[in-house]
């Protein structure tokens, strides 16, 4: 892979983490198996995606209006969210919530429910950061300790 197209990916990795539902615990293992190294994976995957969840964080109040004006119904996915926050709590919510609901309405659930902005900020970043640690090593190591090859990531980043 040429230079510019391997920082072409890591925007990318960026960018998408960034993405609401697009998240880092998911693009991290993606892009190692994709080829890309897990480091900046990691960092860049953990970053794009902390970068919108401290949005929402931080402009929590202007959403709640925003919410209130369109009157949503509760839906499936809060509903869930509100399950496992009455049994586990924020450490639950932000835990298991990536992987159920995505990291961004974790977040904006967790104060809704009651969480300040502090407590939801630490443990959305232990849960993104941990969660994306863990399943990005995994890919590496998985992928390595079976010394897979897969014509097809290799295609898709072979010069044509």
Not at 23 to 43: C, D, K, M, N, R
Not at 59 to 67: A, G, L, S, V, Y
Not at 83 to 91: D, H, R
Not at 103 to 115: D, K
Request: glycine share 6%; proline share 4%.
């Amino acid at each position: 892979m040429e230079f510019m197209e391997l920082i072409w990916a890591y925007i990318l990795v960026f960018l998408l983490a960034a993405i609401p539902f697009v998240e880092a615990v998911y693009l991290t293992p993606i892009a190692v198996v994709a080829g890309l190294s897990p480091v900046p994976t990691f960092i860049l995957a953990v970053l794009g995606n902390l970068i919108t969840v401290y949005f929402v964080i931080l402009f929590i109040n202007k959403i709640k209006q925003w919410r209130r004006k369109k009157k949503q119904q509760s839906n499936k996915k809060a509903t869930k969210a509100e399950n496992i926050w009455k049994k586990y709590g924020l450490p639950g919510l932000t835990l298991i919530g990536p992987f159920l609901i995505g990291s961004h309405l974790s977040a904006f659930l967790c104060l809704v429910f009651g969480g300040t902005k502090r407590q939801v900020t630490v443990w959305m970043t232990i849960s993104i950061v941990g969660w994306s640690l863990l399943l990005g090593i995994l890919a590496a190591l998985g992928f390595e300790f079976m010394n897979v090859e897969n014509p097809f990531i290799e295609r898709f980043f072979e010069e044509q």
